[in-house]
């Protein structure tokens, strides 16, 4: 390839280096390392290239030193490949691009995260450092039974990455772990720059069966001007000392992600105009695993009205949610811990968009200190949509924010989740995005000491799983009355918490409960009374003539095993360790026919 430097397949190169050079007005390319492993690129500067910088050409490139180098002025080949938020262009080779990922040309392109990035900085590109998902290697490796994209970063410390990322609204990063590039079915490289995720292992041989999940770890980064600092679509992530400026959003960390020791400086002295929608951080909505600790929010200022309710997502804020879709819930998925707040308004740290959709009124944040909410304590912050998560009279509403912040009294205060699946009324096979609730289908109820009779509710929709508050009892009505089938899965239930599940049936009904499970229970049984299901193990039920009551909980897995764990902060797996079967059979029913029966 015509490149100015490039090492072609020279397997293990220790004594290989390019070292104090410089690269400028380059067509094609800086240094180029190509099947050859542990070689040395350090003190080198470009300039005014064209396609990937510093770029490892196949996949299979490990334990490569990339050191104290720089990389600007970097132009794609071609126009720039557009995105926003999870999609991007899909480019394919042809005679215009040989590699359709220089359509995203970035100055450091990592193809195999196995190496060691240190000390580097790069300013400008469609992104400034880019590792892509490569399933398989590419070039004249792509016949061995290997997986780039499994590898996770031997080292990336001590770099910088600045004024990027421009190209993907809302989705690409100064630096971008995303992106897939890959043969389909025709054999044509093909480069999607969309949301693609990695799945991080101690090996990329294929066929290792003893590879072991491996975090990728990012430590001591600087980020500035950027559309975001870091955009990573992986399943897991650590970030250690990250350091944004000017930066419309810090980071987007997906599946298990720690953001630790962090500065979060929405406007520097830096002379550039005022970046308008600052988000800090955003929390995802579904399925992820997310602890912020040690982190300083620094420099928000208000750009809209404090009462102007549609400008308000315009404006600055420390942190955000997400709570645009209802098929897409959110579970106990966000934590904060010792958050520090310099030059930011108390109405300006957390904001939470309320829409009608599941995830706007089931979203909870555990500020497991109180320095998130300023409450000193710990405090459950969760959304204000309805008094859903007004767990007792002392806790406070935060109107600024839409959401209630309550204490965190005891270990049985926990977020827990649970999906209620009904044949024909509550299913994934929905999966409807309505905000009007046209597919509410029913409301659950706060119910319990201190809890007023019927006023701390939320909807129910056709889309399976409810979040909300353990320590405390639900009462489940459907609109159409009470069904005669339903699954209940407990997705999350952290260890020692419980929900008391009750639903109303007419008297006479009887019920069969049976437990669905990979490890040995108990079967459920029927008891005399309340409290010996209160006081139970969570395979007992009672019914009083009027209401069904289950304790729903897991006792079976501790937390050691079923949580994700940093900075003393957990935020809890989800998994259905077991699911209850539930059949009712209420008198007067034509069996087969009717599936709802009036309590």
Known sequence: ARCPFHFHQLGNCPECFVRDCSVYRSYFRCVAIHASNLITVTRTTSFDVVGHCYYLEEGVEENNTLSFNFAGFVK???????????????????????????????????????????????????SACSCPNLPTPIGFSKDLPFSPERRGLLEF?????????????????????????????????????????????????TADSNAKDEWMKFTNTKAFLCEMGLSHWGDRLEVVGFETHDVRRTAQLFG??????????????????????????????????TILSNVTFMNIWETAPVDDSNLWEYDNRGIITMSHSDSQKPQGIAAIVNAKWVNVPYHLRIKHKLVNTGSAKYYAIVDWDGSGSGTGRPTMIGSAYSEWWRLDDQCTLQRDWNMWLCDIRDESRKVGYINFLVPNLIGSQFQNEDRTCLYCVGNMTLFGP??????????VTANPGVGGSTGLGWFFQVHRGSPTKMDIKPSQMPHGTFVMLAIPYPAGTTFSITIDTWINVPAVTEVNSFAEVLNGDGFKYYFDGKHLYIKVMNNQVTDQYWSWYRAGVRVYTQDVVYSYSLTANCPGLTAGTDVYCNP
């Open 157 to 205: 410390d001590g770099n910088t990455m600045h004024s990027s990322a421009y190209f993907f609204e809302a989705g690409g990063g100064c630096i971008y772990v995303g992106g897939k590039l890959y043969y389909a079915s025709n054999g044509k490289l093909t480069y999607d720059a969309g949301r693609n995720s990695r799945s991080t292992k101690t090996s990329g041989w």
């Open 76 to 126: 794609t080949v071609g126009r720039p490949i557009w995105g926003s938020a999870q999609a991007a262009e899909t480019v394919v080779e042809s005679a215009n691009i040989s590699l359709p990922a220089d359509g995203a040309a970035s100055g450091f392109y990592i193809t195999n995260a196995y190496n060691r990035i240190i000390g580097d900085a790069a300013r400008g590109g469609w």
């Open 256 to 289: 298990v992600g720690w953001l630790d020791s962090a500065l979060v400086n929405a406007k520097s002295g830096n002379p550039v105009p005022n970046i308008d929608s600052i988000r800090g951080f955003q929390y995802y909505d579904t399925w992820v695993q």
């Open 450 to 459: 201190g809890i007023p009779t019927g006023q701390r509710w939320t909807d």
